[in-house]
């Protein structure tokens, strides 16, 4: 993960991009009961302790339990709510009462709107700071698609919107016991979102994206990722030139 995350920084760098490193302490919303889940709460947060200090970058990770919040707070400067828990009010509370950055994905069963609920929950215990993420809604079994309405919708509740374009391609549970992607529309999602008006970008990116441990099948490869995210400064620029 360091020699990722160094890359990674490193692209980010040159193009003047403001880099968040992500990685989770604890996979919970896992297919099989069999599927690697991740180190835990203390071994995971020294590594992201450690990685972020090294390379210099805020570090983001996942909550899913109440009282995880406080000590991942103690490392990590945002703390995300995964999609399926974003109506879970005690752990949006938990989130918010750090006083960190909170970063909400949007259920991809949630319609856009209501994304003003599980914000106001955070909201409410005195978190100021709120992100909104758009990563897709089910459409029938098996597939998500996305619908870029909600960008505008959610930027209206007042908040900024970050498009995750690697978990919006997902297939969930079509492999069996793993969940599947089509990475090769990660770059078309991601065009789309900054074109839709998104604040920032999640993407997920790997070495060796077959040889991943979790969502192998909707990561880009860090080779030729400094090209791609060359282009989307590009698109991110036009966008505000557009829109000024």
């Not at 968040?20 to 203390?42: H, I, M, Q």
């Not at 856009?112 to 909201?123: C, E, T, Y």
């Not at 919006?168 to 992607?181: D, E, K, N, R, W």
Request: hydrophobic content about 40%.
């Amino acid at each position: 993960m360091l020699e990722t995350a160094t890359r990674l920084a490193g692209i980010c760098e040159d193009l003047d991009v403001t880099y968040v490193f992500k990685s989770s302490f604890t996979k919970d919303n896992r297919t099989s009961a069999d599927s690697y889940r991740g180190p835990g709460l203390e071994e995971g947060l020294r590594l992201l302790e450690r990685i972020g200090a090294a390379v210099g970058a805020p570090v983001v990770t996942d909550i899913h339990h109440p009282g995880d919040a406080d000590a991942v707070a103690e490392v990590a400067e945002v703390l995300q709510i995964p999609a399926f828990l974003c109506r879970q009010t005690s752990l949006l509370e938990a989130a918010g009462r750090t006083g960190r950055v909170v970063n909400i994905k949007k259920g991809q069963f949630l319609a856009a709107q209501d994304m003003r609920h599980a914000a106001g929950k955070v909201a409410g215990v005195g978190g100021e700071r709120i992100l909104l993420c758009e990563r897709g809604t089910f459409l029938g079994y098996r597939d998500l698609v996305v619908d870029f309405r909600s960008h505008r919708i959610m930027h209206s509740l007042g908040y900024p919107v970050v498009m995750d374009a690697t978990h919006a391609v997902q297939s969930p549970g079509s492999t069996g016991t793993t969940t599947g992607g089509n990475p090769d529309l990660i770059p078309l999602l991601a065009r789309c979102g900054l074109a839709a008006g998104a604040d920032a970008l999640f993407l997920e990116v790997h070495p060796e994206p077959a040889r991943a441990r979790s969502d192998a099948g909707s990561q880009l490869p860090l080779d030729g990722f400094g090209e791609l995210l060359a282009e989307l400064v590009r698109y991110r620029q036009l966008y505000l030139e557009a829109s000024s």
